[in-house]
């Protein structure tokens, strides 16, 4: 269904969507706005057929800050990004995003509207238009129907040339999307969620499959949205990890087990047995066949 949102967010979702993020403050402003937390998840657990998967689970992030979210196979990661999008509900405790909404009162595509962006669950890129096609696709996206039919404001496509740029992909704009290198499509999929407007964005292994310059460039990709973007990314890549993460959180059995620099979380004796232990069940199992 196409329309205007007759219920005003408590965030601006944005006129034209594309690239207001890139083009206003960080985040709207208004009383105590500067010091809130992006998001703060407070004794949240969810079970499965009983089993505790996120377990009273405390986890808070600032605005603007890059985040990265590490820990073995099992630990919950995905199951804590499905909670914060509102996909799946916990069954105690509170998630809070930008202070104010509490995320159990919204619906999935709620939640995107009022700014929570996912990769892998926008509108994904349509492989046989253009680069800059996939752009106006998602700009139409928040537009009424008139305006789908129309030519786009010369401020939105200001803002899609913001985006292009933002990810490395002006010149490739006449390019149809489905001749894209991996590396060029991922990054082609950030810039059509930076066109949604999102405040906080979250990634799940956003580098996997990449070679190293394209990590390298995702990285600073990354690095030039946070500030004006709250970024939480999944990341199994430690190299990764170590090049461009400042705060890492450790989730284990539901709980952070460790949170600090790339350093403090990789000289944390709990850390280190917890991945050891991994290390060696996963050659246990391959001894065994
Ligand atoms: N929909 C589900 N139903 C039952 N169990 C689930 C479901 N989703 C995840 N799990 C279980 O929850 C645990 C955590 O999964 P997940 O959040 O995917 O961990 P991670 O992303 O850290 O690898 C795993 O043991 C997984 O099998
Ligand atoms: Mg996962």
């Known amino acids: 269904m196409i329309g205007t949102d007759p219920h005003p967010s ?22 105590g706005a500067a010091d809130r937390n992006v998001l703060d998840l ?14 009273e689970l405390d986890f808070s992030m600032k605005r603007g800050e890059l985040r990265f979210l590490i820990g073995p196979n099992g630990a919950g990661k995905t ?29 999935e595509h709620e939640l995107v509207k009022l700014g929570i962006g996912r990769k892998f669950q926008t509108p994904t890129v349509f492989h046989s238009l253009t680069v800059y096609e996939n752009f106006e696709v998602a700009a139409a996206y928040k537009q009424t129907l008139p305006m789908l039919f129309a030519d786009l404001p010369a401020r939105t496509r200001e803002r899609i040339e913001k985006v292009l740029d933002t990810v490395g992909l002006s010149g490739r704009r006449n390019d149809q999307a489905g001749i894209l290198p991996h590396g060029e499509l991922q990054w082609l999929e950030i810039g059509l969620l930076l066109a949604q407007d999102p405040k906080l964005l979250l990634l ?12 390298d460039k995702t990285g600073q990709i990354l690095r030039s949205i946070a500030g004006s973007h709250s970024i939480l990314v999944v990341e199994h890549d430690m190299a990764f990890v170590r090049e461009f993460a400042t705060t890492v959180t450790v989730l284990h059995l539901g709980k952070v087990l460790s949170e600090g620099s790339v350093q403090e979380v990789q000289n944390d004796p709990r850390v280190i047995e917890v991945y050891l232990g991994h290390r060696h069940e996963r050659e246990g199992e391959h001894a065994s066949g």
């Open 204 to 215: 799940d292994e956003p580098v996997a499959g990449m070679t190293r310059p394209e990590r």
């Open 42 to 55: 407070s004794k949240v657990c969810v079970q499965f057929d009983g089993l505790a998967v996120l377990d």
């Open 10 to 31: 408590p965030l601006p979702a944005g006129e034209g969507t594309i690239g207001t993020a890139l083009h206003s403050g960080p985040f709207p402003t208004g009383e």
């Open 79 to 107: 199951t804590m990004l499905d909670v914060i999008t509102g996909r799946t509900r916990p069954t105690s405790g509170k998630v809070t995003y930008n202070g104010i909404v509490d995320t159990a009162r919204h619906r």
